[in-house]
């Protein structure tokens, strides 16, 4: 069944008939699959909640139960405080009143996962927040085949395609070598659970001075590495005024802290960040750091739609970024895609967007993303 408006609006008298039916229904407390009578990711509280990963937007405090995939626990725990959650492997399918859930790699940070729920032949999978490049931390993204997927679109529009990450760590390297040999400290402002893991395992090869990060930073790195995580060993940036190195040093700080009195004992520091959004020059010149690294841990425009192709899905719902764009691309390819509102896209990297709501494709820095040409069926859809 095609709903007729574009945006499903939980309102309208036509919604409750066609909400009537689905497995996964979308309410104002968040996606609820009332045959089980749990939510995936709500935003208000609930008495059972299924949940992608640890970000905040997704994973909210106040509900009375959470399930989620193991590795994600230690980090909702730190997070949420002393919260009741189950853990379950991915793969590992589980029923709640005769609905079948299963948890899969999502590959955008360390727990992330898509989920899969099943009932009466009908299968579903809500993928909160993916991407499809493999960081070699979080576990890789995993197609599952489904009719219908939920999916998030942080950076669908088609300027947006990431250079190899490879590419990306090398110019990382050279910038803090080029720092260290000028003695000036190089400081990147990185979000505590995902990119600074996923940098730390980029440079880990090969330093040239030590690494210290900020606490918020430093205390997931060392829960992460007692989980087992294979994490370079870092230091926390020491309370004292003399820090040894630290004109060689690479430090790692969450985006509050670039330019604050916290980095005053920095040596002469150059900065940098490190996001998805650093190919937009306005948002480099915002968050006021000398260099940006494009660097993201959501699909690109290519990732989104190759994601969405391989799970077979001949319906798609779009929940946070450029739904308006990347909803009407879909529906003419031919797909049944609908924008849902939701309360996700608050959090971490996908926050810049709010500032960068009004791009076009003359805002994209091509020096510092692929360099490569927009064709013009690509620029048709930036409208
Ligand atoms: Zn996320
Ligand atoms: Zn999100």
């Given at each position: 069944m095609r709903?007729?408006p574009?945006q499903?609006?939980?309102?309208?008298?036509?919604?409750a008939?066609f909400?009537?039916?689905?497995?996964?229904?979308?309410?104002?407390?968040?996606?609820?699959?009332?045959?089980?009578g749990?939510?995936?990711d709500?935003w208000?509280p609930v008495?059972?909640?299924?949940i992608?990963?640890?970000?905040?937007?997704?994973?909210?405090?106040?509900?009375?139960?959470y399930i989620?995939?193991q590795s994600s626990?230690?980090?909702?725990k730190?997070?949420l405080?002393?919260?009741?959650?189950?853990g379950?492997?991915?793969?590992?399918t589980?029923?709640?009143?005769?609905v079948?859930?299963?948890?899969?790699?999502?590959g955008?940070i360390?727990?992330?996962a898509?989920i899969?729920?099943?009932?009466k032949g009908e299968?579903?999978v809500v993928?909160g927040?993916y991407?499809v490049?493999?960081?070699?931390?979080?576990?890789?993204f995993?197609p599952?085949a489904c009719?219908h997927?939920i999916t998030?679109?942080t950076?669908?529009?088609?300027?947006?395609?990431?250079?190899?990450?490879?590419?990306?760590?090398?110019?990382?390297?050279?910038w803090?070598?080029?720092n260290?040999?000028?003695?000036r400290?190089?400081?990147?402002?990185a979000?505590?659970l995902?990119?600074?893991?996923?940098?730390?395992?980029?440079?880990?090869?090969s330093c040239?001075?030590p690494?210290?990060?900020?606490?918020?930073?430093?205390t997931?790195h060392e829960?992460?590495?007692?989980?087992?995580?294979?994490?370079?060993e870092?230091?926390p940036m020491?309370?004292?005024?003399?820090?040894?190195?630290i004109?060689?040093?690479?430090?790692?700080?969450?985006?509050?802290?670039?330019?604050?009195s916290?980095?005053?004992?920095?040596?002469?520091?150059v900065?940098a960040?490190a996001?998805?959004?650093m190919?937009v020059r306005?948002?480099?010149?915002?968050?006021?750091?000398d260099?940006?690294f494009?660097?993201?841990d959501?699909?690109d425009w290519d990732?989104?739609?190759?994601?969405?192709?391989?799970?077979?899905?001949?319906?798609?719902?779009?929940?946070h970024?450029?739904?308006?764009?990347?909803?009407?691309?879909?529906?003419?390819?031919g797909y049944d895609a609908h924008?849902?509102?939701t309360?996700?896209?608050t959090?971490?990297?996908?926050?810049?967007n709010?500032?960068?709501?009004?791009?076009?494709?003359?805002?994209?820095d091509?020096?510092?993303n692929?360099g490569?040409a927009?064709?013009?069926?690509?620029?048709?859809?930036?409208?």
């Amino acid at each position: 069944m095609r709903c007729t408006p574009e945006q499903l609006d939980l309102n309208h008298p036509l919604y409750a008939l066609f909400n009537r039916d689905m497995l996964i229904r979308f309410t104002d407390k968040g996606l609820y699959v009332e045959a089980a009578g749990v939510y995936i990711d709500p935003w208000k509280p609930v008495a059972k909640a299924l949940i992608t990963h640890g970000h905040s937007d997704h994973a909210r405090w106040g509900h009375s139960q959470y399930i989620s995939v193991q590795s994600s626990v230690s980090i909702l725990k730190h997070r949420l405080g002393d919260i009741i959650v189950t853990g379950k492997k991915y793969g590992e399918t589980f029923k709640i009143n005769g609905v079948e859930f299963s948890f899969h790699p999502a590959g955008h940070i360390i727990g992330s996962a898509q989920i899969r729920v099943a009932h009466k032949g009908e299968v579903w999978v809500v993928s909160g927040d993916y991407k499809v490049e493999n960081d070699g931390i979080s576990e890789a993204f995993e197609p599952v085949a489904c009719q219908h997927f939920i999916t998030e679109s942080t950076f669908g529009l088609p300027v947006f395609k990431w250079k190899p990450q490879e590419h990306v760590y090398a110019d990382m390297l050279e910038w803090w070598q080029r720092n260290a040999a000028d003695n000036r400290s190089s400081i990147i402002s990185a979000y505590s659970l995902g990119k600074a893991q996923r940098i730390l395992k980029g440079l880990s090869s090969s330093c040239p001075g030590p690494v210290y990060a900020h606490g918020a930073i430093f205390t997931i790195h060392e829960i992460l590495r007692n989980e087992g995580w294979d994490l370079p060993e870092i230091l926390p940036m020491p309370l004292g005024s003399v820090v040894p190195d630290i004109q060689k040093a690479l430090v790692l700080a969450p985006p509050g802290a670039i330019g604050s009195s916290w980095q005053k004992r920095l040596k002469d520091p150059v900065s940098a960040a490190a996001s998805g959004w650093m190919g937009v020059r306005g948002t480099r010149r915002r968050s006021a750091v000398d260099r940006g690294f494009v660097l993201s841990d959501h699909a690109d425009w290519d990732g989104l739609n190759q994601a969405i192709e391989a799970t077979g899905a001949t319906s798609v719902y779009v929940t946070h970024g450029y739904t308006d764009i990347f909803s009407k691309w879909l529906n003419e390819k031919g797909y049944d895609a609908h924008i849902v509102k939701t309360e996700y896209g608050t959090d971490q990297e996908e926050l810049l967007n709010a500032e960068a709501d009004t791009l076009s494709s003359a805002d994209i820095d091509d020096a510092s993303n692929s360099g490569e040409a927009i064709s013009p069926s690509e620029k048709d859809i930036i409208l």
